[in-house]
């Protein structure tokens, strides 16, 4: 049962580093952005744009939870007779996107805030500011790979 738990564990990890990473990047956004807005209503939508880019490591996030839970579910077998050695293994496989999407996330949201102050002095300029936030979440999506690299070299036994 300790297998089944470490892989339950390497999916929550995933899914719960991520979506605090982009939890703590929207609300950084979120604050800049709010500041703006109370200057200048009309910059609302882009603004929202720049604070919803660091949603997406809690997605890929999600994205590695499911592919543990359906890589256990395919093997068909029961929880108990995850051995630890691939409990650990789901663990380890978690960490990239859990982590990355944890610093990259918060990162991100602090490039967003200040691509908020370029929008709020220069509203065109909206695509340099998200340029540099995509650099960031470059790392992100890094992170991810690296998860779904590390979950097909997983099997049971």
Not at 4 to 31: D, T
């Amino acid at each position: 049962m300790l297998g089944f738990a470490l892989l339950v564990m390497g999916a929550a990890l995933a899914a719960g580093l991520a979506g605090c990473g982009s939890a703590l990047g929207c609300g950084i956004v979120g604050m800049a952005a709010s500041g703006v807005v109370s200057e200048d209503p009309n910059k609302f939508g882009r603004l929202l744009l720049l604070q919803a880019l660091p949603g997406t490591q809690g997605i890929y996030g999600l994205v590695a939870l499911f592919m543990i839970i359906n890589k256990f579910a395919g093997w068909g077998i029961e929880p108990a007779a995850v051995p630890v050695r691939t409990g650990l293994e789901f663990l380890g496989a978690a960490l990239p996107i859990g982590l990355a999407g944890l610093v990259s996330g918060i990162y991100q949201g602090k490039v967003c805030a200040a691509s908020c102050s370029l929008v709020a002095k220069r509203p065109n300029e909206v695509g340099k500011g998200l340029i540099f936030a995509v650099v960031v979440e470059t790392y992100a999506v890094l992170g991810l790979l690296a998860t779904l690299l590390l979950l097909q070299r997983i099997t049971v036994g």
